[in-house]
């Protein structure tokens, strides 16, 4: 059974910034497609942050220019470095992984997720 562990969440001041990391013991992590997503209270889980098998990144409108998504393929750990941090990031950030299904941010392509970190951002 294929686990996920996200952990650098914490409680900010709006302009802060956080690194987030994703941790796995999949032998194949290269293989994977993989995203950061974002939830809050009474709201569906949204993609913040993607990246595919060949580098491509892809990040929500809300991010761009602040956030960046990246992965160590040799430690099996995936980043999102979070910069410029505004209370609207708040919530509870989930990273997610599949297989064989490109460079996406919906919700609906991802099969493996971890437990969650939680980003509060005070203003």
């Known amino acids: 059974q294929v686990e996920l562990a996200e952990s650098g969440g914490g409680s900010v001041q709006a302009g802060a910034s956080l690194r987030l990391s994703c941790t796995t013991s999949?032998?194949?992590?290269?293989?994977?497609?993989w995203a950061w997503f974002r939830q809050t209270p009474g709201k569906d889980r949204e993609g913040v942050a993607g990246?595919?098998?060949?580098?491509?990144?892809k990040y929500d409108d809300s991010v761009k220019g602040r956030f960046t998504i990246s992965k160590d393929n040799a430690k099996n750990i995936l980043y999102l470095f979070m910069n410029a941090l505004k209370p609207e990031d708040t919530g509870m950030y989930y990273c997610?992984?599949?297989?064989?299904?490109?460079?996406?941010?919906?919700?609906?392509?991802?099969?493996?997720w971890g437990q969650g970190t939680q980003v509060t951002v005070h203003a």
């Open positions: 997610a992984a599949e297989l064989n299904v490109g460079l996406t941010l919906s919700r609906d392509d991802f099969g493996i």
């Open positions: 999949m032998y194949n992590f290269e293989q994977y497609s």
């Open positions: 990246i595919g098998t060949d580098g491509r990144t």
